[in-house]
């Protein structure tokens, strides 16, 4: 099956800095990535959609500023968590959507990347 | 609106006894919809979808447009079922996953 893999799952970093989170697609090629953050026994809400080549969008209430992604290839998309504080503190999830659309009913998941910000 | 709910946080039930998690939808087009399940410690995976009519682990859902509503059911549940499930709205145009608050399914030996 198709493999999202995450990096890292796990950090812990100091408030006021930068943490960047990677997604990659390890047997598919995804044009589309989603990144989703969940909070302690709650759904997962959508930050923002991760598109190959262009601009990400982002939801309502979403920072742009704040949740910097990039999406340089059709197998990795990274989201950095800039100045971070404390209440950055989450579970942060990304999907990707296969290429062709063949597949693309589906979204596959990567584990999760637990981010502490002390 | 796009709106997922699924109104039980936690469901409890006994092995062996049938199981019913809820699911209702509010969608203006036509709705594709999915279960996930996440089990302990694990990713998020799928577990079906309407548009295959299918059954995965003994689990079934039906979409019933006239009452929005995308249950999951089991007649049986086993203890191994115990994970929090989720029922997700697929928006056609975007593509983006539409997640319900999920339930818990605990399922006692």
């Known amino acids: 099956g198709a493999v999202v893999s995450q990096h890292p799952s796990r950090v812990i970093c100091k408030s006021g800095t930068s943490v960047k989170i990677e997604c990659r697609s390890l047997?598919?090629?995804?044009?589309?990535m989603f990144w989703y953050r969940q909070f302690p026994k709650q759904s997962l809400m959508l930050m923002a959609t991760s598109n190959e080549g262009s601009k990400a969008t982002y939801e309502q209430g979403v920072e742009k500023d704040k949740f910097l992604i990039n999406h340089a290839s059709l197998t990795l998309s990274t989201l950095t968590v800039t100045s971070a504080h404390p209440e950055d503190s989450s579970f942060y999830i990304c999907s990707a959507r296969p290429t062709p659309l063949l597949r693309a009913a589906e979204a596959f998941f990567g584990q999760g990347t637990r981010l502490t910000v002390v | 609106a796009q709106r997922v709910t699924q109104p039980e946080k936690l469901l409890s039930v006994f092995k062996g006894a049938p199981v019913e998690l809820k699911c209702n939808y509010s969608y203006s087009g036509s709705p594709e919809l999915f279960w996930y399940v996440q089990y302990s410690r694990q990713r998020l995976q799928l577990l079906l979808r309407h548009i295959s009519r299918e059954s995965i682990k003994g689990f079934t859902a039906d979409l019933n447009k006239g009452e929005t509503s995308f249950h999951l059911k089991k007649p049986f549940a086993q203890e191994e079922d115990s994970a929090m499930y989720y029922c997700?709205?697929?928006?056609?145009?975007?593509?983006?996953?539409?997640f319900g608050q999920g339930t818990t399914l605990q399922v006692k030996p």
């Open positions: 047997d598919f090629q995804a044009t589309t």
């Open positions: 997700a709205l697929k928006n056609s145009n975007t593509g983006k996953l539409i």
